[in-house]
T-cell receptor, first 110, second 113 residues
Framework: QKEVEQNSGPLSVPEGAIASLNCTYS??????FFWYRQYSGKSPELIMS????GDKEDGRFTAQLNKASQYVSLLIRDSQPSDSATYLC??????????FGRGTSLIVHP | EAGVTQFPSHSVIEKGQTVTLRCDPI?????LYWYRRVMGKEIKFLLH????????ESGMPNNRFLAERTGGTYSTLKVQPAELEDSGVYFC???????????FGNGTRLTVT
């Protein structure tokens, strides 16, 4: 069974710090990796997608993928209180059906 | 562009009753997915439509759940009869093609009492 593991948190960081969110997955055939952000009571919204090993940067967000270690992470630089949310890692393989982790709750305190 | 819309946003029903959830995907999105989040657990896949065809329904928990997508536009998910363990948030998502990020609706929070 394909699994995606995330630490549920909460991860608490001060405003302005770097938040590091981690995700591991079990299926070595996984090809696509996504990070979604979900505010309470709202829909998950895409933050980043990454498909090949290495880093991908978009503004304050950097996704890092290491397929050999089956590990994907999301770094948020200069964290803001508005970044406080649950971050969901999703992984898909040959079937293209994303499998989600439980999500990590991030709290950015002023 | 209108996003994915789901109705109702909340539903409270008694055990044994029937509930029908509706999802309107983004116009032009052939791929439509249903997911469910039970409290404290991860968002779990239920099924995937490509247009009006069920591509993968391996996540459907049992035959009390019936999903349809007549005409390849909106989709409905019927639970009949509802059980207590069916409580959770049901998300619908759509995408233009496979292996691309999904666009999610706000979900329907179902409470079975």
């Amino acid at each position: 069974q394909k699994e995606v593991e995330q630490n549920s948190g909460p991860l608490s960081v001060p405003e302005g710090a770097i938040a590091s969110l981690n995700c591991t997955y079990s299926d070595r055939g996984s090809q696509s990796f996504f990070w979604y952000r979900q505010y309470s009571g709202k829909s998950p919204e895409l933050i980043m997608s990454i498909y090949s090993n290495g880093d991908k940067e978009d503004g304050r967000f950097t996704a890092q993928l290491n397929k050999a270690s089956q590990y994907v992470s999301l770094l948020i630089r200069d964290s803001q209180p508005s970044d406080s949310a649950t971050y969901l890692c999703a992984v898909s393989g040959g079937s293209y059906i994303p499998t989600f982790g439980r999500g990590t709750s991030l709290i950015v305190h002023p | 562009e209108a996003g994915v819309t789901q109705f109702p946003s909340h539903s409270v029903i008694e055990k044994g009753q029937t509930v029908t959830l509706r999802c309107d995907p983004i116009s032009g999105h052939d791929n439509l997915y249903w997911y469910r989040r039970v409290m404290g657990k991860e968002i779990k896949f239920l099924l995937h439509f490509v247009k009006e065809s069920k591509q993968d329904e391996s996540g459907m928990p049992n035959n009390r759940f019936l999903a349809e997508r007549t005409g390849g536009t909106y989709s409905t998910l019927k639970v009949q009869p509802a059980e207590l363990e069916d409580s959770g948030v049901y998300f619908c998502a759509s995408s233009q093609s496979e292996n691309v990020p999904l666009h999610f609706g706000n979900g329907t929070r179902l409470t079975v009492t």
